[in-house]
């Protein structure tokens, strides 16, 4: 008879966890193909679900990262009632003395005031409507990429230097070097008139930027706008998107009544609901695996304890007790669950180890889907405690379950007529 | 057609047993006659079945040659010995080797079904061969459902309604008891005396080697003994 | 070897083992009612995106003036004969738009915006999103029409209402800026922001008269076919010389990526799956096959041949892919029928809009992905008996003798 028969104890007063254990581990090689076969099944499951978590974990960070960096800052602060309507004039009175307040906060980096306008932009024989984004160059830069995407011409230094989107300025037929008038309306009616040349061209790769983005100088556009000391955003970098949350409560609390904090996940609401649909579909993909490998054990524990019948029934003849046979049972899952997630867990550790450096390229086709969505077109996978713990516990939980579903017929075993099934 | 069936010559085997070299047949020179009844005997490890396997195409023999009914065994391909195997021969096993999820009569139809015997025939010569052999009541029944007597009889059922050239038995009785073995043996006996079917077993059981007619005994691979007095 | 003794072998043997294979053939059927569903969802999802992108004032196909792309601009347009209509045969045409686009400046008494101002024939527009849209107050009476439909969002945006007047500015066929008042008639939901803010419509000959102009500066034709069949673009493409014929592909690179990469996203899946359903499947059969060694043997021992050996294994297999993946098919099927509503992504709205789709998600279930699922599956079912099989040729006819 078989090996693990000779390792049982002749007192059941020494019988142990220990030694169940070892019987379990045993006999797990006794049918080495069928243990490869369905530990492979979980290594397989294991090695897919925790590379495309650690996959989807890298890729909303760096949409995270990539959108709130882009222009909107990691937290935004606004009158309330701009953020309702977007009227020009409800504006943050003294801005200036705000900004420094929130600046003095622990956990703000940077922080870059705005003022937003709609005006009419002409050339010489062209019009079209913009939008004027009036900004503090230092600031802007030490908060949000905005400025890195100026590929032809400079940044605008002085009061009458502008940097226009690309689209705009083919629409407008002008280059840099060229002069554009701004007509617009001030905060108290009257017409704000500003003449400016071009020293730069943005494009961001956003269609709605590239046709109407216009870049000045903040003071500059406060001055022709009819503003004071008065903002429309302050767009704010913290030190860590994951605690923006908190961030955005604390600054919450130190601004006037006025005055809404939102974090970035209300700015950009789109990009959340994105990262939530696309997280859904992925749980429905893990799901299905786990339930798939998850049968594939049972089937493996339903053939092992019919061949075993003839094994079990002598167990049962010389006084074992049922339970303490499906505790033999359960422990050979446990082990095959533990060869599985070793070597899954193992290939896609060092898969993603590998790739933390150089990234996974996704190809041409995906680098205009992935500008789209704020991704960038080389994609890192990141380590999460969910990423390492979620995909071997469940199949944990199941491959236990998978064994005891036949396991428990043991309790009905007959020990004489066990012994002589074949 | 000639009167040999079966022309052993020179016919050596070797097995690798834990990579120790194990002479199972040294050189045996061995002729089997149309209508004999031969027993192989000899201890276990004497050669015995390895000469049984050798005959039946089921094993190639590292020298000498192995001519069935005039086939040389040693220039078949696989293909070519399963062939000689379906047409030719029919074997009786040890532990019977029903197919389990077969009825008795579908078991003893179904090496007709491989020959390609239409329908209508192979249930008649499949019933009126079980009813000969007692087991009509049985013919529904699946192995599992019948003694072991019974499937004995049913296996050799299945071995001789194609009619073979020659049948071989290892250990026929082994999983028999006296009274069962005796019904086999008769059964064995009647087929080879009415129709003259060519019968060798190999077997260290002293009831088949009394039915048998010439007893062949075997030690460490060679033949000793060669009794074939009682076939006068 | 008769196909018929396989077949009742194959049969008999799966049935013996009824547990197992029923847990087997559970798998087999979530896997491949798991791919259907997920396929008809991906497809919908895809040509979702796909009719959206052509019903974005884009059409299968566009004719355009050289330059216009680069210049959006009224100077970049070309007449068109009044009587002009596609050469095509009716089945194969859902319908063809003319339209003037260019870039504008609205203005309302409080707010400037930068718009696309759109002439159309509202008669047209059934092949493009404005004329299916829902309104409130009125839609454009006839291509004669002097007032304006603007979006939801441009109307909030713009503090303004039905009713109320806008001033347009927009660029002449001379080069000067032209000036006018326009009614609002209505305001369109397009389920959306995006295209609310971008889009202004008004009569094409409204503007052509505004502009001083007897142009048009697009042609948007729409097929009745799937657009992967068309091959018709050659057509206009010899009947416009001298402009730019583009298809949808062209004109929406992005939706047409996604397109792609919704083709390779159902083989994927199905290879996940299946890869996830081939281990059972292969353990199965070979502990199948292990514990029929004697058996096996008997048969090669009693003459059947190692090709027939290896025909019984790939036919049980074959056997129980088949069952299964009729009842997948089924069972994937049945869910397709539950969720014919449609998926409501709602309260997702503005993400699913990043992806180019509408916030209903309606499953498609395309009978030639079915057929490609069944007939994949089968081919991993064998594919799966290969090594059991090569396990049972393996078995010497001796082992059935030994015991």
Known sequence: MSEAVAELPAQASSWSGFRSAQIGWRNLWRNKRRTWLTSGGIAFAILLVMFSMAMQHGQYAAMMENATTLISGHVQVQATQYIDSERFEHTIDEASVLRRQLLALPDVVAIAPRVEAFALVSSDERSFAAQILGIDVAAEAATVRLLDMIDDGRVPAGPDEAVIGEKLARNLDVAVGGELVILGAQKHGGVAALVVNVVGIISSGMPDLDRSLLLMPIAAVQNAFGLGDEVHTLAIRIASLEDSAAVTKQLASRVPADITVRNWNEVLPGLEQAIEVDRLGGLIMYGLIIILVTFSVVNTFIMLVFERTREFGMLLAIGMRPFGIVGLVLWEAFFVWLVGAAIGAGIAIAIILGLADVGLYMGEAMEAMAAQYYMPPRLYPAFTTEVLLVSPLILLLGTQLAALIPALRIRRLRPVEALRSE | MSDVVVRCSGVTRTYQDNAVPVVALQGVDFVVKRGEFVSLAGPSGSGKTTLLNLIGGLDRPDSGTVEVDGVTLNDLSESELSDLRLHQMGFVFQSYNLIPVLSAQENVEFIMQLQGVAADERRERASSLLKDLGLASMAGRRPGELSGGQQQRAAVARAIVTNPVLLLADEPSANLDSGTTQELLELLRTLNERQGVTIITATHDPMVMGYSKRQVNLRDGEIVEDNSSRAA | ?403
């Open chain 3, 1 to 403: 070897m008769p196909l018929k003794l396989l077949l009742q072998l194959s049969q008999r043997n799966l049935f013996r083992h009824r547990r197992r294979n029923i847990m087997l053939l559970l798998a087999i059927c979530v896997a491949v009612a798991g791919v259907t569903v997920m396929n008809s969802l991906i497809r919908g999802f895809q040509y979702d995106m796909q009719e959206a992108a052509v019903a974005n004032l884009t059409g299968h196909v566009k004719i355009l003036a050289p330059g216009y792309l680069d210049d959006p601009n009224i100077e970049k347009s070309f007449a068109l004969a009044h009587d002009w209509q596609p050469d095509l045969p009716a089945d194969q045409l859902e319908g063809w738009a003319a339209r003037i686009r260019i870039p504008a400046v609205i203005m309302s008494e409080r707010e400037t915006r930068g718009i696309q101002f759109v002439g159309i024939d509202p008669a047209q527009e059934h092949i493009s999103f404005i004329g299916n849209a829902t309104y409130t107050g009125e839609r454009l009476a006839s291509a004669a029409d002097r007032r304006v439909v603007i979006g939801k969002e441009l109307a909030r945006q713009l503090e303004t209402a039905v009713g109320r007047r806008l001033v347009l500015i927009t660029q002449g066929l001379d080069g000067l800026n032209r000036e006018a008042g326009f009614r609002i008639a209505g305001t369109y939901d397009a389920e959306g922001t995006g295209l609310e803010k971008q889009f202004v419509f008004t009569g094409i000959t409204a503007l052509q008269a505004m502009l001083d102009a007897d142009v048009v500066t697009e042609v948007s034709i729409k097929f009745a076919s799937h657009p992967k069949e068309f091959s018709i673009k050659q057509v206009f493409v010899e009947f416009f010389t001298g402009l730019d014929v583009l298809d949808w592909q062209e004109l929406e690179p992005q939706a047409a990526a996604m397109f792609v990469f919704a083709d390779a996203a159902v083989f994927i899946w199905f290879l996940i799956m299946m890869g996830a359903l081939i281990f059972g499947l292969v353990n199965t059969l070979v502990t199948a096959v292990m514990e029929r060694v004697q058996e096996f043997g008997m048969l090669r021992a009693v003459g059947m041949r190692p090709g027939a050996v290896i025909a019984q294994v790939v036919l049980e297999s074959t056997l129980i892919m088949a069952v299964g993946i009729a009842i997948g098919l089924l069972l994937g099927w049945g869910f397709y029928l539950w969720l014919q509503d449609g998926i409501d992504l709602s309260q997702w709205a503005e993400g699913v809009e990043l992806a180019g789709m509408r916030s209903l998600l309606v499953p498609r279930l395309l009978v030639e992905d079915m057929v490609l699922v069944a007939g994949l599956s089968l081919v991993f079912g064998i594919l799966a008996a290969l090594y059991p099989a090569w396990r049972a040729v393996k078995i010497k006819p001796l082992e059935a003798l030994r015991r």
